[in-house]
């Protein structure tokens, strides 16, 4: 891993301690002024650094990140998450694109999870929990 690398995954980590902590300020350190953050199951795109914090201020349940994994190089990484909404457990994919060390492009997918069916029991072993 590049010293650059290194440097972009500690921003990275830093940002979902600070989103876990409530920390908004810290949180949103890592977007560029003019960043542009991507809900594409919702349809909705938000410009700007103070109006992706200021939609993500707004949500009225207690919010928790549990981070699964961070991978990524050079200006793309990806970051796997589970995000918890009163008490309500979200699975979560986040992409941030990277330019001169900040986000300049984030799209976040989110899934809810479901039962396996049991068609695929014999199959598949338990993923162990995070």
């Given at each position: ?78 970051s796997e998450c589970i995000i918890t909404y009163g008490g309500v457990p ?41």
């Amino acid at each position: 891993m590049t010293t650059a690398d290194k440097t972009t995954r500690a921003r990275i980590e830093q940002h979902w301690t600070a989103s876990e902590a409530g920390d908004i300020v810290t949180e949103h350190a890592i977007y560029a002024k003019d960043a542009v953050l991507d809900y594409p199951q919702s349809g909705e795109r938000f410009r700007g650094r103070s109006t992706i914090q200021a939609q993500r201020g707004g949500h009225p349940a207690e919010r928790h990140f549990t981070i699964l994994r961070i991978r990524g190089s050079g200006d793309l990484w990806v970051s796997e998450c589970i995000i918890t909404y009163g008490g309500v457990p979200t699975y979560s994919v986040s992409l941030m694109q990277f330019a001169d060390g900040l986000v300049s492009h984030e799209t976040q997918y989110f899934a809810d999870p479901f039962p396996a069916p049991e068609s695929r029991a014999a199959l598949a072993e338990r993923i162990p929990e995070a």
